[in-house]
């Protein structure tokens, strides 16, 4: 991942807009969307959801060491909890996280944004941070909760 990129995806994990982000890097829209692309198909990111996959693959190559976590009190999961985070972590759309718990998407909504509220996230890339700042997820979890 070239070091732009890497600036685009802390802002992901910030929990920031495209817009913003192209703003604060002094870029246009269009560039960073292309380069979230290009981050992607150099990560090998064949997601829904793109940009919490590309926050997840950020953090667990270290690429994003240098992000200073946001301030949070600790937040714990339930064993079914982490198995939400787990596929949002790999960029899964409500409806494959249902299909795949067996849940309707209703729940998956609802548990979305009870992660949101608990983590005090904005987005689904910036919940994948701020679970990577506080030790929910950790190099491995790919394995362990999808």
Not at 4 to 16: F, S, V
Not at 100 to 121: C, D, F, N, P, W
Not at 132 to 141: D, E, S, T, V
Request: proline share 4%; net charge positive; aromatic share 6%.
């Amino acid at each position: 991942m070239t070091p732009e990129q890497i600036k685009i995806i802390a802002g992901l994990a910030r929990g920031h807009t495209r817009h913003t982000i192209a703003q604060e890097l002094d870029l246009s829209v269009h560039t960073v969307r292309w380069e979230l692309v290009r981050a992607a198909r150099a990560a090998r990111i064949d997601a829904t959801d793109r940009h919490a996959a590309l926050v997840d693959y950020a953090y667990r190559k270290r690429l994003l060491t240098r992000l200073t976590p946001e301030p949070r009190p600790p937040v714990t999961l339930t064993a079914r909890r982490f198995e939400f985070l787990c596929w949002l972590a790999s960029g899964a759309t409500n409806a494959e996280i249902g299909e795949q718990l067996g849940v309707s998407i209703e729940t998956v909504k609802t548990t979305v944004r009870s992660m949101y509220h608990r983590l005090g996230a904005k987005t689904r890339a910036h919940a994948i941070a701020l679970a990577w700042q506080q030790g929910l997820l950790a190099p491995g979890h790919e394995r362990a909760g999808v």
